[in-house]
């Protein structure tokens, strides 16, 4: 007995790919730099700076020692000689009024007036001490002035050819391709079958 069958083949299609390597080139250019210092020694700079130092002022007055040891401008010794003779005035008028309250007095007895001139003979004589320094000191007036600065820093010129990097870029680049089609056979096969019962 034939009995019909079918062969099928079947082979699956293959893909190719082919893959290129991108690139990156870059291209820079060494700077140059040219640096002015503004004179004749390079890498030297100097910049000019101007220091001004006043003196100081020193005002020393000495009026007031002076007046002490006796040594008086001419509206001083107006002053003092004024002052000491109203004080001479006062003292005279404290002792008048003194001595005439003590003569004033009879009723209590005693002959007064000898008494008056006995005590007058016998007061204590003032001593007279010479001064030697001053009770003073001298008025010392010091001004300084600060001390100034100016400093003008030196000129340099820089001068740069500076330039950003060119870059040439390649991408890697991929291609697919198809290395082999799929096929499909189908064949007819008569097989025969002996069937014994």
Do not use: C
């Amino acid at each position: 007995m034939n009995i019909p069958q079918l062969k099928i083949n079947f082979t699956r299609a293959q893909i190719g790919m082919k893959w290129i390597r991108g690139s990156m080139e870059i291209e820079q250019n060494i700077p140059q730099l040219d640096i002015d210092y503004g004179n004749s020694r390079p890498y030297q700079v100097v910049g000019d700076m101007e220091i001004s130092n006043p003196p100081a002022e020193m005002e020393i007055d000495y009026t007031k020692p002076l007046e002490d040891l006796g040594y008086r401008k001419l509206y001083s010794l107006i002053n003092f000689m004024s002052n000491k003779a109203k004080e001479k005035a006062l003292e005279g008028i404290k002792e008048d009024s003194r001595d005439g309250d003590y003569l004033g007095k009879l009723e209590l007895g005693g002959n007064r007036i000898a008494q008056l001139a006995r005590s007058k003979l016998l007061e204590e004589k003032q001593e007279v001490n010479v001064e030697l320094l001053p009770k003073h000191p001298p008025d010392i007036k010091v001004k300084t002035y600060p001390v100034k600065v100016t400093v003008d820093p030196a000129d340099i010129d820089v001068e740069s050819n500076f330039a950003f990097p060119k870059a040439k870029i390649r991408p890697d680049r991929v291609k697919i391709y198809l290395a082999q089609k799929a096929k499909l056979d189908i064949e007819l096969v008569e097989h025969q079958v002996n069937i014994k019962v």
